[in-house]
């Protein structure tokens, strides 16, 4: 372990976990006005009024602390930002170093369900030739990389970031994985490092600069995913608007009140991911709430909103050549996450060597499907492994 990584624990203390119940118990609820059954006007108040219930009665953190310190967690510092991470050797003959990526309002903790398969499939019967070693981080501004003071930092500069933070683990070349900022993050590692990239795994698919995907990319069969990205971006995205644009304005309620933080934050659950069978069957109170608690304890709701703002600053693409990504890419896409994009898109802009899609799931992929995740991530660097 380099000098300048630190391991590090989760240990809040108590007068923060005291604070929050005082202001659960304090909520001074909105109205809501006709019918929100369906969430169709944003976070519904009968499901915010239990969860709060629970979050008050039935919720345990010190219990979700115990299992967050049972993976071994690390803390550097690279380029004056701060980084937390998870770092998981592997139980196999060779494991092949991967970094996985989480998005917005994810955090690492999204990654629990699939961090154990692919260090050590042998143990979920799986062949550990297939183990990886596995290094999760918190994307800057988020969770535990905190607290970022400096501008300017996104997904084209994290990917920078995390060449370092391998670099600083003595990882040469090695794997990347994600979904939401965090596909984009790998995306841009295969763009800007094609050669230090063994392969970027995706489970959601969108451009970071052209070509951008048209309506002649979209064949018969792809027409209802065209519709449904249409749909999300007309009618689902105003978070992100505000998000692009005045992130600080929004902080200061998400930083004053933990209900109104998890009503934003567990909306995005409900209306992102594939509810058929109900959203707790997906998410349960402890899920939505330890997420929520992430973010409020380390008070990174207006870093990791600032996110979107930064999108467009810094640097950017460094070639105009196609593909885009020159990596070796895997895709899994799932048909019910938010913005679904075709194949025939997809295999201009990447250097694609898979392509999967999966009926069931959404765009939190590593709790929604973490065992078609994990198969395809096997089956993905199986052919790629030195």
Known sequence: MAEDIAPFRIEIPDADLVDVRERLARTRWPREIGDNSGWQVGANLAFMRELTGYWLDGYDWRAEERRMNAFPQFRTTIDDVPIHFLHVRGKGPNPTPLILNHGWPWTFWDMRKIIEPLSDPAAFGGDPADAFDIVVPSLPGFGFSAPLDKPGVNFFNTADLWLKLMERLGYHRFGTQGGDFGAMVSAVLGHKFPDRIIGAHLHFIAAFKPPFPEPADFTPQDY????????????????????????QSLAFAMNDSPVGLAAWLVEKRHAWADCREGFETVFSKDDLITSTMIYWLTETFGSSARYYFEAGNGDGPVHDRLPV??????????????????RKWAEKYYNLQSWKTMDKGGHFAPIEAPDALVDDVRAFFRTLRA
């Open 224 to 247: 209802a995913w065209g519709l449904k990205t249409q749909t999300f971006m007309e009618q689902g995205a105003g978070y992100m608007a505000v998000q692009r644009t005045r992130p």
């Open 325 to 342: 990504v020159e990596a070796p890419v895997g895709v899994l896409q799932f048909e019910h996450d938010v913005m679904p994009q075709p």
